[in-house]
T-cell receptor, first 114, second 113 residues
Framework: GAGVSQSPSNKVTEKGKDVELRCDPI?????LYWYRQSLGQGLEFLIY????????KSGLPSDRFSAERTGGSVSTLTIQRTQQEDSAVYLC????????????FGEGSRLTVL | AQSVTQLDSHVSVSEGTPVLLRCNYS??????LFWYVQHPNKGLQLLLK??????LVKGINGFEAEFKKSETSFHLTKPSAHMSDAAEYFC???????????FGTGTSLTVIP
């Protein structure tokens, strides 16, 4: 596609439910990043993929969070047993390759946990 | 260690007056530096980037930034603010040693008509 696509754009869920957030990066971009942006906060790094592998998972806040990427393209971020503190906007970005300098962002998935 | 400090969480200017958004960084290496803009309910968009070429970098929408190594600064400026410039601005450092991008906490720019 022309840009990074994320879905759903908005998700409201009940505490304890699992959610899946999807990111479709720009075609040909090998690097993919997930960030979390809480209200009034900066961006918190979650995880980075190079191709299908995730050399850096250091930002995942707990073992309830996981992510995968298949075919070097689409990535899914899964949050299990959601908590209210998981409410945030989850941003995905892709880059032509790691360290090429420019990140292209999607518009984010806004998650609200009731 | 790498870090980014945006010195002002909020900046308010009148339309037509200059904009200055301040950013200081620390990096053990020769970094790449970026400014991104985020309009409400939108993703982040690249304004400009410094990657060890010219120290004065021009970006989109009339913005520019100057890399000053001696001051470890990369302040964003614009001669004349427009209402459409109202947004959140993020300064970002990539130390060029791995995959990591370090984001500042953002500066919210308000433009008063």
């Amino acid at each position: 596609g022309a840009g990074v696509s994320q879905s759903p754009s908005n998700k409201v869920t009940e505490k304890g439910k699992d959610v899946e957030l999807r990111c479709d990066p720009i075609s040909g971009h090998t690097a993919l990043y997930w960030y979390r942006q809480s209200l009034g906060q900066g961006l918190e790094f979650l995880i980075y993929f190079q191709g299908n592998s995730a050399p850096d998972k250091s930002g995942l806040p707990s073992d309830r969070f996981s992510a995968e990427r298949t075919g070097g393209s689409v990535s899914t971020l899964t949050i299990q047993r959601t908590q209210q503190e998981d409410s945030a906007v989850y941003l995905c970005a892709s880059s032509l390759a790691a360290n090429t300098g420019e990140l292209f962002f999607g518009e984010g998935s806004r998650l609200t946990v009731l | 260690a790498q870090s980014v400090t945006q010195l002002d969480s909020h900046v308010s200017v009148s339309e037509g007056t200059p904009v200055l958004l301040r950013c200081n960084y620390s990096s053990s290496y020769s970094p790449s530096l970026f400014w991104y803009v985020q309009h409400p309910n939108k993703g982040l968009q690249l304004l400009l980037k410094y990657t060890s070429a010219a120290t004065l970098v021009k970006g989109i929408n009339g913005f520019e930034a100057e890399f000053k190594k001696s001051e470890t600064s990369f302040h964003l400026t614009k001669p004349s603010a427009h209402m459409s410039d109202a947004a959140e601005y993020f300064c970002v450092v990539n130390p060029n040693t791995g995959n990591q991008f370090y984001f500042g906490t953002g500066t919210s720019l308000t433009v008063i008509p």
